[in-house]
């Protein structure tokens, strides 16, 4: 019988053997300093996530813009974007302001009314810089940009990408094809240089302005994932590779390095030079030992230092890039230096070892635990974190 070359690449990544790397805890040991939404009784139930301003439904994008604040976290569920002016040093402290319903108590897909530039349909990714925000509002395929942080309730967007204007909702605006200046699914957000770069999901691809757009409807300027604007299959077509992806959804940069997420083939690819042209295939990979690699901890149940489960968000903090390794419910920590394929974590948290896993290590939530954590955000000492299947945005401070 002849033994192909997948089955052999397959029995040698069940063969890997326990993970010995000492894992180095980049956060608190007495965990979250502050925990917003995500009450729990004394018997370990959450708490019901009615909404109001100091109740979270599944968030998936924090922002943290100092340790000061503002702080902005799309709330998901409740399909509105939270603002709290100062960053809250209490536990469940009330936002202060929110876009996209009419009240605290209120929610519904765009405030139960037509879409408009102040209505918000999942929201999943928010970036901030320079004075700009810009809200990944997924399930109205569009990128919301406001030019000047607001900072009251139901301040009306600027600019929308992703539609021709801000009554348009419709994945590629009805297209049969994606085009440079449609979005389909786009979850994730990220601002750099006056660079905007989307994580346009549904569409298999990212897509980078090279400016920050000031009219409706701009096109992007380049596109990472696919060969050109027109096509929108998994991996560009073909195996998985150094060019195409998958589910991107998380963005990190720093100086010129380029980093994202690509969550349906359990990696994050790094580009080292941040790309000049559509197509660029990345220079390494983490979470797979080469560009081929697609599967869940390397086709292993448990995780190890160097594979992942559905990595999401991204953030940079100081000299390490943080992966939310999202279905792993833990955060891992890379050495920016020391990027290289197949490249173990160095720093680990909301688990005991690299080897375990486990949404809030198969126990009740606690202030050091995570279920599902989609995004995270840093600023100075502290980490901001999307604890999604908590219900909860963990503030948590840098380790010693």
Request: aromatic share 8%.
């Amino acid at each position: 019988m002849v033994t192909s070359a997948a089955t052999i690449r397959l029995n040698q990544r069940r063969a890997i053997p326990h993970d010995n790397h000492v894992p180095h805890r980049f956060l608190s040991a007495s965990g979250a300093k502050v925990i917003l939404g995500g009450e729990v009784t004394t018997d370990g139930l959450v708490q019901s996530i009615v909404p109001s301003a100091h109740t979270l439904f599944g968030p998936r994008g924090v922002c943290l813009i100092s340790e000061n604040g503002p702080l902005f976290v799309c709330d998901s569920g409740h399909h509105r974007l939270l603002i709290w002016t100062q960053c809250p040093s209490d536990d469940q402290a009330p936002a202060d302001f929110l876009i996209g319903q009419a009240e605290f108590s209120r929610e519904g897909r765009n405030a139960k009314r037509d879409v408009g530039p102040d209505t918000l349909n999942f929201p999943t990714g928010v970036a901030a810089a320079d004075g700009v925000l810009a809200v990944a509002d997924a399930w109205n395929h569009r990128i919301l940009i406001w030019y000047g942080l607001p900072l009251c309730s139901n301040r009306p967007a600027d600019v929308v990408l992703g539609q021709a204007d801000f009554s348009g909702g419709l994945a590629n605006r009805g297209y049969p094809s994606p085009r440079d200046d449609t979005l389909n699914w786009c979850y994730g957000v990220a601002i750099n240089q006056r660079r905007l770069i989307v994580c346009d999901t549904g569409n298999r691809r990212v897509l980078v302005w090279n400016e920050i757009p000031t009219a409706n409807g701009a096109p992007a300027d380049l596109v990472l994932g696919q060969r050109d604007f027109t096509t929108r299959d998994d991996n560009a077509g073909s195996a998985a590779s150094a060019l195409g992806m998958r589910w991107p959804h998380g963005i990190a940069c720093h100086g010129r390095t380029l980093a994202i997420s690509d969550a349906g083939n359990n990696r994050v690819m790094v580009w080292r030079r941040f790309p000049a042209s559509s197509g660029k295939p990345c220079d390494l990979v983490l979470g797979q030992d080469d560009f081929l690699g697609v599967d869940h901890n390397r086709s292993t149940y448990d995780p190890s230092s160097s594979a992942m489960s559905m990595p999401y968000g991204l953030a940079v903090w100081d000299d390490q890039l943080v992966v939310c390794d999202t279905a792993n419910s833990r955060l891992l920590a890379f050495d920016l230096d020391g990027l290289a394929m197949d490249g173990p974590a160095t720093g680990l948290a909301a688990q005991h070892g690299f080897a375990d896993k486990g949404d809030n290590r198969w126990r009740v939530a606690s202030r050091d635990s995570l279920c599902w954590p989609y995004d995270a955000s840093s600023s100075g000492r502290t980490l901001a974190i999307a604890d999604s299947g908590n219900n909860r945005i963990l503030l948590w401070e840098k380790g010693p």
